[in-house]
């Protein structure tokens, strides 16, 4: 089991990320290449959650890019930040961590905890077998902001 | 000369990007751990600029992580998006291209135009020893959202 980032335990980090709507995920190919993409999730206070609620026309949710780059490379890096006009008020949060999809009871469990967040979720069809969902386990976090201050990271 | 991409001349991309205030940096390292990072951008219709304008506290502007991760792999994602709780509203666009660093006489004239853009730079003594600014060669980019319907990816 993966321990806990201490960071995501303080009280300031932890509800900087609860309020966020949407996050940040980069993920890399084999080769390096590095892909980018916005997206909603629910973190449960140790590790994050994303559903890929796509459906390109041709390709089923495991094709897509992100989730290729996840299978040749599990490393990702998500950013949850804030801009504001006022520079002393932009703050992020930087995840780095390893992605895997969900699988067994665990589906279920998270599609409730994103449809308790997302609303918009309530009324879509998601199935593992066509929209994946996907965990990220935290092993590395860096804030950055004066409102992280007493956070510090790990 | 990097030749323009074609999808970043569609009056409806342009407008989308042009408004955006913030852009987020997908870089990886040559081993391929991918780095995200929220960040103020210009964009002059063909390559995108941002300024290293931190100073962490022992660290010059070149060796903070997204620049080594440029410096080790030139590639990066950067995408710009709208997140709107009505999800028909979502877009974005996902620029994937080279980085390099500004040099000579192209230095002071992307300092003016990210003053232009952001006031917050104008009162800012921004050096290009200290501050590097780097431009961003798109050579790919993908658009998503309803809103682009006629725009196509190139």
Redesign the interface.
Known sequence: MTPSVKTLEDPVVRDFIDRA??A???????????????LCFGFDGVRFYFAIDQKPKRLSGLMIKRMRNIAE?P?????I?H?D?D?HE?A?V?I?GRAAIVAGAEYPTCLESLRKKYS?YQTMDLQAETNPIVRIEPERVHVWGSRFAAAGSS
Do not use: C, M
């Open positions: 709507r949407v940040h995920l980069a993920t890399a190919s084999a080769k390096g290449a590095p892909h980018n993409i916005p490379n490393k990702v890096a998500l950013v930040d801009y006009e520079w932009l992020y930087l780095f918009q």
